[in-house]
């Protein structure tokens, strides 16, 4: 089993920056990709960003040039830079990992934190 911690969310003004973060734990397992998605009310859960173990990244077109996704693979933990928010960037973040345990590869979910852009 495979737990993810997030933190980071909160409220921020338009303009403004947070960071994400999210640190994977458990045993008998390896971290593959990580990534953040995120939802807003009404809407389905979409990608922000992902990163592998090799440090291959995708974004979604929305948060290119503003928001950096980077990771530590030996502590498991990946974090979002988000700068030059916007009110549409306001949801529920999710941490996502996928983790492989005897052949098995799993995606497992953080509990999400919620980022508020407003003034």
């Known amino acids: 089993q495979v737990q993810l911690v997030e933190s980071g969310g909160g409220l921020v003004q338009p303009g403004g920056s947070l960071r994400l973060s999210c640190a994977a734990s458990?045993?008998?397992?390896?971290?593959?990709?990580m990534g953040w998605y995120r939802q807003a009310p009404g809407k389905q859960r979409g990608l922000v960003a992902t990163?592998?173990?090799?440090?291959?990244?995708e974004y979604a077109d929305s948060v290119k040039g503003r928001f950096t996704i980077s990771r530590d693979n030996a502590r498991s933990t990946v974090w979002l830079q988000m700068n030059s928010l916007k009110a549409e960037d306001t949801a529920v973040y999710y941490c996502?990992?996928?983790?492989?345990?005897?052949?098995?590869?799993?995606?497992?979910w953080g509990q999400g934190t919620q980022v508020t852009v407003s003034s």
């Open positions: 458990g045993s008998g397992f390896s971290i593959n990709a």
């Open positions: 990163i592998t173990t090799g440090g291959r990244i």
């Open positions: 996502r990992a996928e983790a492989t345990t005897s052949a098995v590869t799993i995606q497992y």
